[in-house]
């Protein structure tokens, strides 16, 4: 992906090509700000498909 790599993606089996995804970003300690928005700007690439 063009913003890096998703550290756990989880989805569902069928349907085929519209199953719901779950995107995981693994942090050590607390979330920060950017940490959020890496995470928003992989739902968003991931968004169309």
């Avoid at 995107?23 to 890496?38: F, N, S, T, Y």
């Amino acid at each position: 992906m063009p913003q890096g790599h998703v550290d756990i993606l989880i989805k569902e089996a069928v349907p085929i090509g519209i199953a719901k995804k779950i995107l995981v970003e693994v942090k050590l300690g607390r979330a920060r700000l950017r940490d959020l928005i890496q995470l928003r700007n992989y739902q968003t690439e991931f968004g169309a498909e």
